[in-house]
T-cell receptor
C-alpha cells in the first residue's frame, strides 16, 4: 500500500527550462511534506518542505506547491541546471507519529545541456 | 562537519553470515533511523529510535535488530543474511521538532552502505 506515490520514474528537461516533479499521497493525516535530492553513491539531502497550512513555499530556484483537496504536491525548478540532475524523493509525515517519514519511489531528473 | 557517518561503504556477505552496519551522528540528534532502498523503490523504514534505550520497528523489520545505548550510535545487525537483504542501507538522524514551529522532521542521511548477499 503505497501512501506516497511518484508516478513518473524519470523526467528529462532542457537546461534553462522549468522542471516539474509530481507527488500524490493517500493518507489524509499527512500534514508535512518534504522533497529530498539524491546523487549516485550519496545519501538523500533535504531540499525544501511545506506545511499543510500553506499552499506554496519558495527557496531560490525551488518552489513546492501543495493542493490538499487533490492530495497532490509538486516541485518546480526554474531555471533547471545540469547540477539538478538527480533522483528526487517526495516524503510525508503526520503530526501524530511525526518522527517517521513515508517516502515515494523517486523521480530521476535529467537536465539536458 | 561529519553529520551522519556510515561504515562500511560496501560489503559482500555469504548467505547465513552476520554483520553489523555502523551508524554514528555528531549532531546530538534524538531520533535515528535505518532505511533500505531497493532498485526502483523508495526508502523503506526498518527500525527507528527516539532516544537512547528506545527503539521501535518500522515497515520492514524482519531479519534485522538494532540497539541504541548512546545518543550518537545506532548500529543495525543482520543475524542470518539472506539474498533478499541485498540492498543499499541508509542511516538518518533528526532532532525533536521545535515547539510552536512549522518546521518538522527534517532527517539527515549518511552516504549509505551497499550490501550484497550471495
Amino acid at each position: 500500500d503505497q501512501q506516497v506515490k511518484q508516478n513518473s520514474p524519470s523526467l528529462s528537461v532542457q537546461e534553462g527550462r522549468i522542471s516539474i516533479l509530481n507527488c500524490d499521497y493517500t493518507n489524509s493525516m499527512f500534514d508535512y511534506f518534504l522533497w529530498y535530492k539524491k546523487y549516485p553513491a550519496e545519501g538523500p539531502t533535504f531540499l525544501i518542505s511545506i506545511s499543510s497550512i500553506k499552499d506554496k513555499n519558495e527557496d531560490g530556484r525551488f518552489t513546492v506547491f501543495l493542493n490538499k483537496s487533490a492530495k497532490h504536491l509538486s516541485l518546480h525548478i526554474v531555471p533547471s541546471q545540469p547540477g539538478d540532475s538527480a533522483v528526487y524523493f517526495c516524503a510525508a509525515s503526520a503530526s501524530f507519529g511525526n518522527e517517521k517519514l513515508t517516502f515515494g519511489t523517486g523521480t530521476r531528473l535529467t537536465i539536458i545541456p | 562537519n561529519a553529520g551522519v557517518t556510515q561504515t562500511p561503504k560496501f560489503r559482500i556477505l555469504k548467505i547465513g553470515q552476520s554483520m553489523t552496519l555502523q551508524c554514528a551522528q555528531d549532531m546530538n540528534h534524538n531520533y535515528m533511523y535505518w532505511y533500505r532502498q531497493d532498485p526502483g523503490m523508495g526508502l523503506k523504514l526498518i527500525y527507528y529510535s527516539v532516544g537512547a534505550g528506545i527503539t521501535d520497528k518500522g515497515e520492514v523489520p524482519n531479519g534485522y535488530n538494532v540497539s541504541r545505548s548512546t545518543t550518537e550510535y545506532f548500529p543495525l545487525r543482520l543475524e542470518l543474511a539472506a539474498p533478499s537483504q541485498t540492498s543499499v542501507y541508509f542511516c538518518a538522524s533528526s532532532s525533536i521538532p521545535g515547539q510552536g514551529t512549522l518546521a518538522k522532521n527534517i532527517q539527515y542521511f549518511g552516504a549509505g552502505t551497499r550490501l550484497s548477499v550471495l
